[in-house]
């Protein structure tokens, strides 16, 4: 596995686990973080504060169905499940985008669209 995968399964790991240090570690200083049409986040701080957003409860179950790789940048496509604050849940199909400098994220780019079966 190269050295760019590895660091962006450590990543998922950290947040299956809700392990902010394994997390951030993966991360440069000025990491960007886009969800487009939600929020922009620059830096670590400002990701560690969405790590565990109150409007969830537990760790999300993230399953990787392909992760790709060229150059700098890594895609994994998969699913996330994750339980609500008012116990219901939330399937979504997602595409991360993680740009990658010198074996750390310094870009993610995440797409996510809510399905109604899980594992779709």
Request: hydrophobic fraction near 40%; include cysteine.
């Amino acid at each position: 596995m190269s050295v760019n995968k590895n660091t962006v399964e450590r990543y998922l790991d950290g947040f299956r686990k809700g392990d902010h240090e394994q997390i951030l570690s993966c991360l440069t200083e000025d990491v960007i973080w886009d969800l487009p049409g939600v929020f922009h986040l620059v830096g670590k701080q400002e990701f560690d504060k969405e790590i565990e957003n109150p409007a969830f409860q537990g760790h999300p179950d993230i399953a990787v169905s392909r992760t790709t790789e060229e150059n700098d940048v890594v895609i994994v496509e998969g699913t996330v499940r994750a339980q609500k604050a008012d116990g219901e849940f939330l399937n979504l199909a997602f595409v991360d985008v993680f740009e990658m400098r010198n074996g750390k994220i310094c870009r993610l780019i995440s797409y996510l669209m809510e399905v109604k079966a899980y594992g779709v």
